[in-house]
């Protein structure tokens, strides 16, 4: 996680933030009427939106004023525009320096030849950024203790959170995908994107006729493979397929790869990431040459316990870092839980959302109109208004988080994941580069575009582009860059 702060201190010297006002008076900001006139045809008459609803607001950065609104009152999906809503309850609830912790207990004691006579509890707190290495790390921890056996049973503890593990619309075709895993408050990633839940396939040509090399990352007996895809001349037709069977750890490749393609890289969520969690920290316990003679299993940590040690996650100022710059569904969906869990003992998505709404009324928002049905925007069920988009970017300026929040938007055309993130190859060599900094969304026939714009005037506006029903959401992407290029060229 370390390379998340890093990232975000040299974003912080970087892109300093424009938009604070220090002077007594404030220039107004006008939106020239030819500029509206061109908006208006644009939003009425471009054929790539009939049919479509368009939800837009603009407002003064400065002031809050609304400059302009196009069915700004209209509730609409956000898709992943709703991340914005869960980064700022999130913010507001647990703090910018709140960290998770995952806890290793025992009933037992350490006798002076490393065997520890009881059980080992492997107890997770919701930390969305545990990775493989973590658990490595945890394990050799627990060899410098001196243990070398443990003369009990394995228990992994996911009981801080409720046994739901998909959020309520969570369209089945995207229950293999690595942004629909499942919700567990004990579970690991493959790597530092920190898509927790997942598993990493690797899939390269080996000699024609035969089937290609499979990789996984991590390499682990928790998952079964079925192969039976075959390399191929670069001339024949050539797909890769993969997908895991309902309810079970088989994962199927199927199709075909050229001799001479590059690897198919595919993260695939796993069926139970506790279980896949347990089976990970098992693996890494007998690399460290810990014997474990018990069973290992899925339980509850007894109250009369002992910490042997504590893995500390980053603070969520940083993990807003792949949150809002990835748009990571998994820690979007654990934020709300976490804020169930801190507030009233209840790490679920009902308790999560009822208390992150009225956060943000307490903000000063009016969430009569806004449906909340998780924390990542991936239900189709979500609306929410573009004039409430802006409101919210408009207030959330004045706090004392601001920061990480805004340096962890993405940046129109900056190459990184970790700076220009889903925008880093948009809006490349044009006046909006580096000028567009905000969040993405995404879902079929939805395209939403929210954030921040420094105009060609040097004036600083906040806006929201909220576009559903249209044919295909990429044409969405194309509409959202040409209303910002009007928004450049004509407030001033």
Known sequence: MSKYIFCFLLLVLTFLYPLGITETTVKAINFKSEGITELQALLTKDPLLKGAIVGMSVRSATTGDLLYSYNGDTSL??????????????????????????????????????????????????????????????????????????????????????????????????????????????????????????IILEVSPSKVGKKPNVNLIPNTKYIKLVSNAKTVEMDNKKEIKIMRVHGTNEIHINGSIGIDELPKKEWISVWDPTKYTLALFIKALHQEGINVRGEEHIGKTPVKTKVLLTHQSEPLSAILLPLLKLSNNTIAEMFIKEIGRTVKKDGSWETGIEIEKKSLEELGLNMSGTVLRDGSGISPINTIQANTVTQLLFKVQSMHWFSPFYESLPIAGEKGKLVGGTLQNRMTRTPLQKNVIAKTGTLTNVSSLSGYLQTQSGENVIFSIILNHLKDEKDGKFIEERILDVMTQYIE
């Open 77 to 198: 999906t956000p898709a992943s525009n709703l991340k914005l809503f869960t980064a700022t309850a999130a913010l507001q609830i647990l703090g910018p320096n709140y960290t998770y912790q995952t806890e290793v207990r025992t009933n037992g004691k350490i006798n002076r030849k490393g065997l520890l006579r009881g059980n080992l509890y492997l107890k997770g707190k919701g930390d969305p950024t545990l990775t493989v290495e973590d658990l490595k790390v945890i394990s050799k921890k627990l060899k410098q203790k001196g243990i070398n056996t443990i003369n009990g049973d394995l228990i992994a503890d996911d009981t801080w959170y409720d046994d739901v593990r998909y959020s309520i619309d969570l369209p089945w075709s995207d229950e293999t995908a690595y942004y629909g895993a499942q919700i567990s408050a004990l579970t690991v990633s493959p790597d530092e994107d920190y898509d927790a839940g997942t």
